[in-house]
């Protein structure tokens, strides 16, 4: 009790006044911590898989398909790489396969497992060239096992704006990737990742 009160002393809560709440969120919102956030998330992308030095990304025969109704990721990918997108909320595999050709490459953006099925990305998988851009609890991705059978698998473990616009940034080749995945799920072994350079202009 005494050393809790002496620390308490320590940091001034001896004489404490209330945080004055006049427009704290401009504070809390300030540019510098803005910034911040956005470097804590771009440094949490994690490349999980990378066959064939596929990433970083810099073809122009590009498909994204979007499986959920978020557009963010889609919004702040770099136009000038050409690419064009499907919705595929309620698409089968044959449909994807039939709008897109062996020369392209597939970005499955998943933000929940049920976004899409296993066998839908097997079969995917099996038939094209596939990059997954994962963004959400890493715990799930054991929920899909077919994801680690891609050709690449990029990762981010929240699935708000600026963890999206994270993903978007490394996709379209701005940034690198340097994370590691905080915990084991399905194959995967805490503390997996490569880092792949962003590219070079």
């Not at 998330?41 to 970083?56: F, I, M």
């Not at 050709?101 to 596939?130: A, F, G």
């Not at 899909?144 to 963890?163: F, G, K, S, T």
């Amino acid at each position: 009790c005494r050393k809790t009160l002496a620390l308490k002393e320590w940091c001034g809560l001896n004489n404490y006044t209330p945080v004055d709440t006049d427009e704290i969120d401009k504070f809390i919102n300030r540019p510098y911590v803005q910034w911040l956030n956005s470097h804590l998330y771009q440094s949490a992308v994690t490349v999980l898989k990378n066959d064939n030095s596929t990433l970083p990304f810099g073809e122009s025969t590009a498909v994204f398909i979007q499986t959920g109704s978020d557009n963010t990721v889609w919004d702040h990918l770099d136009s000038s790489k050409g690419f064009r997108r499907i919705t595929a909320s309620k698409t089968t595999a044959y449909q994807l396969l039939k709008l897109t050709s062996k020369e392209e490459t597939l970005i499955v953006l998943i933000e929940r497992p049920t976004d899409i099925s296993n066998e839908t990305l097997k079969t995917l998988i099996s038939q094209r060239k596939v990059v997954i851009a994962y963004i959400g609890n890493p715990y799930h991705i054991a929920k899909l096992p077919a994801m680690m059978d891609a050709q690449a698998v990029v990762i981010q473990y929240e699935n708000n704006r600026p963890a999206r616009i994270s993903v978007a940034a490394f996709l379209s080749g701005a940034t690198a990737a340097t994370g590691r995945i905080p915990v084991s799920a399905g194959e995967i072994k805490c503390g997996n990742g490569t880092d792949v350079h962003r590219l070079t202009k």
